[in-house]
Each structure stands twice: as structure tokens, then as C-alpha cells.
């Protein structure tokens, strides 16, 4: 076999076609199939004195500059996706180099699914996390987004006044001093009867929300990846707090514990989000999202190149008028910010000819401005779309 400790050169045969590179260069990426030793030696023709793969030959030079610029891969412009897919997996690059390669296409990567090896857990796995599996698993995907529903629902209906129980109405478990004040006490009985409904409402689903999180994490094959998913991370943040103040005693949290569990009240209203892990148009959005960071990016770019300046302008425009509400550079940011935005609230207005046509010329560079980060969304979006959904 190579001399591996000179760093060599290796001479690889793909369907009768032979490269030749360095182990120095293949030792770059040590977990993939050519970068390991112990992976390719099944490969190796001691006769000839060369690996050997029954592969497709224009994939490998691809694969071969992976290597060789230090992870920079392109799928051969007249190669259709699914043969070049299966050949970057037969290499075993690794599922970052797949996700990668998947954007750059314009596919959504969902990654191989890792089942448990116990047969009961692979099922209840199964079940809890792809809906495609079985009509059991379907239910429960359905039940599932039922209760993220009414989550966000009870949410958004405890705002509303005289019905939000804050955490615990008064002498129920765990009491937190929040007690009705004396025009809430006039309004006698009708009023605790719907404190104590949207406080049993909520009890429930954050119970239910706990014991899904529960059993999602004692049925993952991967307990880490499980636990630094984001989407299991709100999930967490959302029912963890208000499950200790739930099991404390009455009296025994103080007003900042309070207060602290009030800031992180806002989180349960982003499980709405866990809705595209059953959704394939909206994990479309999402990738069409981060497609367009760089874009968005020059976007915010120009965006405060505008507003600086403009803000100047007008600043300097207005200000010898006492009346003007542009008394410094940082205080015509808002007005610029809306003027380019086309939003156009009213509260301030230039006052002189010269100011009013000044922000004329900011509304037409906002509109312009505007377009271009929407021009780029669109096109990734309808590629996206095409590509994944149709």
C-alpha cells in the first residue's frame, strides 16, 4: 500500500480513467471515504497498485477538487442532481458538505433520518417526528399542530383585558401574589370563573407541551442534537419556567422572579414556529430566508447610507426654521427611515420647499432601494418552489 508516512502520491482508477494526487492532499478531510485510510484500503488493488471505484467519472473530478481546493464543490454543469448526489454520498463528504450542496441547487436538505436501534423506540421515534410514516404518526402530527395553535391562541386571548390569570389565580397551586384589585373584586364571581377557565387552559397545554418534550427526548437516537435543536430550545424556554413557578410553594418567588418570568412569557408565542417542521413550503421560506442573507445585508448597507445622509440634508435644510422638528442629524433618522419606506406616518413633516422636495427625492431612492433585496427574495423563492414543491 502508499506510503502514507511520506506523504506519497496515490493513484486512483475510476471506471478505467486514472488519477494520480497526494495523501497529503486526501488528508484534508480525514472522516470521508478517500481522506480515511481504514475506508478506502477495501478499494486497493494490490496488483496494480491503485484504488478502485466503479464510479461515474465526471462526478470524480468534481470530488477530486473538493480535496484539492480545500472544500470548494460545484456540481458539473450537465450532470443531473440525483446521480451527483449519490456519488458525494457513496464519498461520504458529510451532510454539511450535502446541506451546501443542496442550497446551492436551490433543494431543501432534510437530512438522513437517524432511527433508534431498538426497534419500540425506532417506532414511537417514527411516529413523533415523520408524519409519512403511518396514519398513527399523522394523527399525532395533527394533534400536534392543534395544540401549537391553541397555545398561540390562549396566548394572544390572555391579553385581553380582564382574562389574562398573569401566572396562577389566587389560592390555586402555587400562588404568586396575584391578586385581583378592588375594581376587578366588583366584578364578582363571573370574572374568577374565567380567570381560573384560562388558567386551567393554560395549565394543560404547557403540561402537554412538557410531556411531548418529554418523550421526544427519552425516544431520540441523538440526545445532544436533540437538545440544541432551536426549535426544541423555545420549546423548552416556553413551558420550563412556568413549570417551576408551578411547582414552588405560594409566596416563596420573589417580584424580580416574577418579572422574569413575565420577559419569558414572549417565547411561548414563537412555538408557532415549530409549524414548519411538518411544513415543506414554509422550510422552503426558510432557506429562501438565508439564500438571501447577503442581499439583505447590502440591502441594510444602503439603507444606512441613505439615511445618513439624507438625514443630513434635511437636518441642514430645516434647521435654521425654529418650528422644524429636525433639530439634530439622529433625530431625522425616523422621518428618513419612513420616507424610504413609503410608510409615512404624518408625525413629522419638512415645513420648507426645499425640505418637502429633498424628501421627495428620498421617497423615490426608497423605492428603488426597496426593490432590489424583493427582486432577489422572488427569484430564490421561485426556484426554491419550483425545485422542492412542484
Given at each position: 500500500?502508499?506510503?502514507?508516512?511520506?506523504?506519497?502520491?496515490?493513484?486512483?482508477?475510476?471506471?478505467?480513467?486514472?488519477?494520480?494526487?497526494?495523501?497529503?492532499?486526501?488528508?484534508?478531510?480525514?472522516?470521508?471515504?478517500?481522506?480515511?485510510?481504514?475506508?478506502?484500503?477495501?478499494?486497493?488493488?494490490?496488483?496494480?497498485?491503485?484504488?478502485?471505484?466503479?464510479?461515474?467519472?465526471?462526478?470524480?473530478?468534481?470530488?477530486?477538487?473538493?480535496?484539492?481546493?480545500?472544500?470548494?464543490?460545484?456540481?458539473?454543469?450537465?450532470?443531473?442532481?440525483?446521480?451527483?448526489?449519490?456519488?458525494?454520498?457513496?464519498?461520504?463528504?458529510?451532510?454539511?458538505?450535502?446541506?451546501?450542496?443542496?442550497?446551492?441547487?436551490?433543494?431543501?436538505?432534510?437530512?438522513?433520518?437517524?432511527?433508534?436501534?431498538?426497534?419500540?423506540?425506532?417506532?414511537?421515534?417514527?411516529?413523533?417526528?415523520?408524519?409519512?410514516?403511518?396514519?398513527?404518526?399523522?394523527?399525532?402530527?395533527?394533534?400536534?399542530?392543534?395544540?401549537?395553535?391553541?397555545?398561540?391562541?390562549?396566548?394572544?386571548?390572555m391579553t385581553?383585558?380582564?382574562?389574562?390569570?398573569?401566572?396562577?389565580?389566587?389560592?390555586?397551586?402555587?400562588?404568586?401574589?396575584?391578586?385581583?384589585?378592588?375594581?376587578?373584586?366588583?366584578?364578582?364571581?363571573?370574572?374568577?370563573?374565567?380567570?381560573?377557565?384560562?388558567?386551567?387552559?393554560?395549565?394543560?397545554?404547557?403540561?402537554?407541551?412538557?410531556?411531548?418534550?418529554?418523550?421526544?427526548?427519552?425516544?431520540?437516537?441523538?440526545?445532544?442534537?436533540?437538545?440544541?435543536?432551536?426549535?426544541?430550545?423555545?420549546d423548552l424556554?416556553?413551558?420550563?419556567?412556568?413549570?417551576?413557578?408551578?411547582?414552588?410553594?405560594?409566596?416563596?418567588?420573589?417580584?424580580?422572579?416574577?418579572?422574569?418570568?413575565?420577559?419569558?412569557?414572549?417565547?411561548?408565542?414563537?412555538?408557532?414556529?415549530?409549524?414548519?417542521?411538518?411544513?415543506?413550503?414554509?422550510?422552503?421560506?426558510?432557506?429562501?430566508?438565508l439564500e438571501?442573507?447577503?442581499?439583505?445585508?447590502?440591502?441594510?448597507?444602503?439603507?444606512?447610507?441613505?439615511?445618513?445622509?439624507?438625514?443630513?440634508?434635511?437636518?441642514?435644510?430645516?434647521?435654521?426654521?425654529?418650528?422644524?422638528?429636525?433639530?439634530?442629524?439622529?433625530?431625522?433618522?425616523?422621518?428618513?427611515?419612513?420616507?424610504?419606506?413609503?410608510?409615512?406616518?404624518?408625525?413629522?413633516?419638512?415645513?420648507?420647499?426645499?425640505?418637502?422636495?429633498?424628501?421627495?427625492?428620498?421617497?423615490?431612492?426608497?423605492?428603488?432601494?426597496?426593490?432590489?433585496?424583493?427582486?432577489?427574495?422572488?427569484?430564490?423563492?421561485?426556484?426554491?418552489?419550483?425545485?422542492?414543491?412542484?
Open positions: 500500500m502508499e506510503n502514507e508516512s511520506c506523504g506519497g502520491r496515490v493513484v486512483i482508477n475510476i471506471s478505467g480513467v486514472i488519477y494520480e494526487t497526494r495523501l497529503t492532499t486526501l488528508a484534508r478531510f480525514p472522516h470521508t471515504l478517500l481522506g480515511s485510510s481504514e475506508k478506502r484500503k477495501q478499494y486497493y488493488d494490490s496488483n496494480s497498485k491503485q484504488y478502485f471505484f466503479n464510479r461515474n467519472r465526471q462526478s470524480f473530478e468534481a470530488i477530486l477538487y473538493y480535496y484539492q481546493s480545500q472544500g470548494r464543490l460545484s456540481k458539473p454543469p450537465d450532470m443531473p442532481f440525483d446521480v451527483f448526489k449519490k456519488e458525494v454520498e457513496f464519498f461520504q463528504l458529510g451532510d454539511e458538505v450535502l446541506d451546501k450542496l443542496f442550497r446551492k441547487e436551490g433543494y431543501v436538505f432534510d437530512g438522513p433520518r437517524r432511527l433508534p436501534e431498538n426497534q419500540f423506540q425506532k417506532q414511537v421515534w417514527e411516529c413523533l417526528e415523520y408524519p409519512d410514516t403511518s396514519k398513527m404518526a399523522n394523527i399525532l402530527t395533527v394533534t400536534s399542530l392543534t395544540i401549537i395553535i391553541a397555545s398561540v391562541l390562549l396566548t394572544i386571548g385581553v383585558n380582564n382574562t389574562n390569570p398573569s401566572v396562577i389565580p389566587e389560592h390555586s397551586l402555587g400562588d404568586y401574589n396575584f391578586t385581583p384589585d378592588n375594581s376587578q373584586v366588583s366584578q364578582g364571581y363571573m370574572w374568577y370563573s374565567n380567570k381560573q377557565i384560562w388558567y386551567t387552559l393554560e395549565v394543560v397545554i404547557n403540561c402537554l407541551f412538557a410531556f411531548e418534550y418529554l418523550l421526544r427526548f427519552g425516544f431520540s437516537p441523538d440526545k445532544w442534537n436533540f437538545v440544541k435543536s432551536p426549535l426544541n430550545i423555545v424556554l416556553a413551558f420550563l419556567p412556568y413549570m417551576v413557578m408551578l411547582a414552588l410553594p405560594a409566596g416563596s418567588v420573589n417580584v424580580s422572579a416574577v418579572s422574569a418570568f413575565h420577559i419569558l412569557r414572549i417565547v411561548r408565542i414563537f412555538r408557532i414556529f415549530k409549524i414548519s417542521r411538518y411544513s415543506r413550503r414554509l422550510k422552503v421560506i426558510g432557506y429562501c430566508l438571501s442573507v447577503q442581499d439583505l445585508g447590502l440591502f441594510m448597507i444602503c439603507l444606512v447610507i441613505i439615511t445618513i445622509l439624507a438625514s443630513s440634508l434635511l437636518h441642514y435644510i430645516e434647521g435654521e426654521n425654529m418650528d422644524s422638528p429636525f433639530n439634530s442629524i439622529p433625530s431625522t433618522f425616523w422621518f428618513i427611515i419612513q420616507t424610504i419606506s413609503t410608510i409615512g406616518y404624518g408625525d413629522e413633516i419638512p415645513l420648507t420647499p426645499l425640505g418637502k422636495l429633498a424628501t421627495c427625492a428620498v421617497a423615490v431612492f426608497g423605492v428603488i432601494t426597496l426593490a432590489l433585496p424583493v427582486l432577489s427574495f422572488v427569484a430564490h423563492f421561485n426556484t426554491l418552489y419550483c425545485q422542492n414543491i412542484d
